[in-house]
């Protein structure tokens, strides 16, 4: 897979994983923590979750690459509460 075509692909995973956070809520997300970076490997494309807390909210960061090449990332914070806040 080339590049060009990698990154439409990469974005959508990213977006999948960060609706998967999103959809565990709070508790499941902070038991994320230690083991945080995550990393999966989907069509050749290694996805990266991690997960820092800073205070009570939730810093949530995930990647995707190809090698050393970012393709594509996103995040969000989460509060206790299980809302969430994109940073712009």
Sequence with gaps: ????????????LVESELDRLRGL???????LVPASPVEREADGIVVATRVQEEGERLMVLVDARRGRRMLATGGFAMHPDGSTHTPH
């Design 1 to 12: 897979m080339r590049e060009a075509s990698a990154r439409p692909t990469a974005i959508s």
């Design 25 to 31: 809520g709070p508790q499941a997300v902070r038991a």
